[in-house]
């Protein structure tokens, strides 16, 4: 909780003209993400609607580096795995035997878990529904990077975040706002 009171502090101590940048960073950070930032920037005197557009706008593109980078390195693999698949099935004559080998990216039985559990999620409720009800397991940044790493289009990942950033953004706005208000 020291990272929320210390964006909190910032907030209250910075130029109104600033505040926005403040919680577009927090906006940023897993486990904040849109939600948290909305929420900070509200209890901290700013207007719910410029809250929501700055930890919207923090979050999707944190989110949008990710998944560009995600899929960047994911082409990048897949090109290198090929190109050497190539050359083991052309340059030794055989038929490409143990060069392709995949190798475990994450080696802890936790980190599989988590692989599993995804890859669950995303063959029942594929690429919406992973998006719209990952903020309820996994930070938007881990989701939407897994999906990338999966071979998803960045197009399609990058829409179905927006939406559940500007969704889940929205509604903590929404309760956070009519709570403040309430209580003033």
Same mark, same amino acid.
């Given at each position: 909780?020291?990272?929320?009171?210390?964006?909190?502090?910032?907030?209250?101590?910075?130029?109104?003209?600033?505040?926005?940048?403040?919680?577009?960073?927090?906006?940023?950070?897993?486990?904040?993400?849109?939600?948290?930032?909305?929420?900070?920037?509200?209890?901290?005197?700013?207007?719910?609607?410029?809250?929501?557009?700055?930890?919207?706008?923090?979050?999707?593109?944190?989110?949008?580096?990710?998944?560009?980078?995600?899929?960047?390195?994911?082409?990048?693999?897949?090109?290198?795995?090929? %190109?050497?698949?190539?050359?083991?099935?052309?340059?030794?004559?055989?038929?490409?035997?143990?060069?392709?080998?995949?190798?475990?990216?994450?080696? %802890?039985?936790?980190?599989?878990?988590?692989?599993?559990?995804?890859?669950?999620?995303?063959?029942?409720?594929?690429?919406?529904?992973?998006?719209?009800?990952?903020?309820?397991?996994?930070?938007?940044?881990?989701?939407?990077?897994?999906?990338?790493? %999966?071979?998803?289009?960045? &197009?399609?990942?990058?829409?179905?975040?927006?939406? &559940?950033?500007?969704?889940?953004?929205?509604?903590? &706005?929404?309760?956070?706002?009519?709570?403040? %208000?309430?209580?003033?």
């Amino acid at each position: 909780m020291n990272l929320i009171e210390t964006f909190q502090g910032f907030v209250a101590q910075v130029p109104e003209l600033i505040q926005p940048l403040i919680i577009a960073l927090a906006g940023a950070i897993p486990f904040i993400e849109g939600e948290g930032a909305v929420s900070i920037g509200i209890i901290g005197g700013i207007h719910p609607v410029i809250a929501a557009i700055a930890a919207i706008v923090g979050n999707f593109l944190c989110v949008a580096i990710l998944v560009i980078a995600g899929s960047g390195a994911r082409s990048a693999i897949v090109k290198r795995t090929r %190109s050497r698949e190539a050359v083991a099935a052309g340059g030794a004559g055989s038929a490409g035997g143990g060069v392709s080998e995949t190798v475990d990216a994450g080696g %802890s039985d936790r980190g599989s878990a988590r692989r599993e559990k995804f890859q669950r999620a995303f063959e029942r409720y594929g690429v919406p529904g992973v998006s719209l009800l990952g903020p309820l397991l996994l930070p938007t940044h881990f989701t939407a990077t897994m999906l990338a790493a %999966s071979g998803i289009g960045k &197009a399609r990942i990058l829409i179905w975040q927006a939406v &559940a950033i500007i969704g889940w953004t929205t509604i903590v &706005a929404v309760i956070v706002g009519g709570a403040v %208000s309430a209580i003033r």
